[in-house]
């Protein structure tokens, strides 16, 4: 049960329809039994007739269905779960991304037994991971089914159903819908091989930010940045696949264009997509920490987004060899490494696989062969673990890696939100001169360190 001024937040929130809220709480009428999103255009319903839920998979639960206008399965990440522990935070992100695998297995790479996963998921939001999990597909398949024109089949495939016919019995039965009212509702009726849908983000959203700094350090035939977008190359399990991401102010959102080989392969596509973009973070959190470490709110940049690396060993391989030397000439090394070792693809090329940079001698780069080891010595980790996460310890066992190449790895090629990069020169010389207490943004350092070298490259005067 939410508490009485948490409630009366809710309330002013839904009256106003105020789009910061918008993914934090879901709004459930109990006249009608469908829940909508703080933002819905429909007509506003009396308080008495409403209630609240933190996730939409509770809504679920609690028998409303998702209103077919305002989408609620189509919201920005939700927040609330930066209050819970650890653990819970990491089940429910797994039990939400993970839809083809099994709780045992989550359980499993939680480190924990199914029994107390069950306990956790219970008291955080009232209801079994496996529940949560079926709720976690059923929203997504709405999802698809509303904005895309993917068969039936493949949505299935695509959200952890094993068939078309499991996915329209699960649907008939929370939902009171079929697929085929889901799509009505929707008009969306034409087939196409590419598909198409739109992501909202957490705002304010500063594009021109995240657009500037991965286009800076784009690779040519990999990333493409224009003004208004995002394209990328990349391969899941060695099958070529594309993506294209289109900022649009007004929506609120990118326009998602994709090209995949297997269905299974779009969530996994769209939660590394909405990473490397950082669209769920909230700013309003990120700012008052940052003022907290001693910035002032002018010196803040409006929707600040960490921009991430497409993966954790491409981000290895960034780290590494931009170690003391300038960005310009970290990214000539990588383009060159791209350029020999990619792999080939209808579009380009993608990012080296691990297996082929651990065996090249890597004489393309022009740089100290201490160094060229590291890299193949983070290749062949990698490449030995490819479904495990890996710790620090194993990375920092690397001859030639250190504290400072193992935060850049967490901070971009992992989004974690709590990395500084104190042994950063520019970093460092910028917290002295703002008389940065970098302890009071947590959990939020890796902003401030996002912000500390966007205010570097300020004209003087200006910082």
Not at 3 to 23: E, I, K, V, W
Not at 171 to 185: P, Q, S
Not at 298 to 308: K, V
Not at 322 to 337: E, K
Request: overall charge positive; proline content about 6%; glycine content about 6%.
């Amino acid at each position: 049960m939410l508490d009485a001024a948490l409630q009366q937040q809710y309330a002013a929130a839904r009256q106003s329809r105020d789009p910061r809220f918008d993914g934090r709480f879901f709004v459930a009428v109990k006249t009608t039994g469908i829940f909508c999103r703080p933002v819905c255009p429909a007509r506003i319903p009396d308080e008495k007739n409403v209630a609240y839920y933190h996730y939409a998979q509770q809504a679920v639960e609690q028998g409303y269905r998702p209103c077919l206008r305002c989408r609620p399965d189509s919201a920005p990440g939700s927040f609330a779960w930066r209050g819970v522990n650890t653990t819970t935070q990491r089940a429910m992100r797994l039990l939400s991304e993970a839809l083809d695998e099994s709780v045992q297995g989550i359980a499993a790479r939680l480190g924990i037994s199914e029994r107390y996963l069950g306990q956790l998921l219970k008291q955080e939001v009232g209801m079994s991971p496996k529940r949560f999990q079926l709720h976690s597909r059923l929203l997504l398949a709405k999802r698809l089914l509303q904005q895309t024109a993917m068969p039936v089949g493949d949505v299935a495939l695509a959200c952890g159903f094993q068939s078309s016919r499991s996915l329209q019995s699960h649907l008939k039965k929370d939902f009171a819908l079929t697929a085929g009212d889901i799509r009505k509702a929707s008009g969306n009726h034409t087939q196409a091989s590419i598909l198409t849908l739109f992501l909202p983000v957490r705002q304010p959203y500063n594009w021109p930010q995240v657009r500037d700094f991965l286009k800076l350090r784009a690779l040519t035939g990999i990333e493409c940045v224009d003004t208004q977008s995002y394209r990328r190359t990349f391969s899941f399990n060695d099958e070529p696949g594309l993506v294209r991401a289109t900022f649009d102010q007004q929506q609120g959102g990118f326009t998602i264009e994709a090209e995949i080989t297997r269905p299974q392969y779009l969530q996994p596509l769209l939660i590394n997509l909405r990473r490397v973009l950082d669209m769920d973070t909230d700013p309003h959190n990120i700012g008052s920490a940052l003022v907290n470490a001693g910035l002032k709110p002018e010196q803040l940049t409006n929707g600040l987004r960490l921009p991430g690396v497409w993966s954790v060993f491409e981000a290895g391989c960034r780290a590494i060899i931009g170690q003391q030397i300038s960005i310009r000439a970290a990214i000539t090394q990588l383009q060159r490494l791209s350029d020999e070792l990619g792999a080939k693809h209808p579009h380009g090329f993608a990012f080296p696989l691990p297996e082929r940079v651990a065996s090249s001698s890597l004489e393309m780069l022009r740089m100290p062969a201490a160094r060229k080891q590291a890299i193949r010595d983070f290749a062949e980790l990698v490449a030995a673990n490819p479904n495990e996460a890996l710790t620090d310890n194993d990375i920092l066992a690397i001859k030639g890696i250190g504290p400072w190449t193992l935060q850049y790895i967490k901070l971009r090629g992992s989004s974690e939100p709590d990395i500084y990069l104190e042994k950063d020169l520019i970093v460092a010389r910028q917290a002295q001169h703002y008389a940065i207490d970098a302890s009071l943004a947590a959990p939020w350092r890796s902003y401030l360190t996002i912000q500390l070298w966007l205010l570097a490259n300020q004209p003087t005067g200006e910082n």
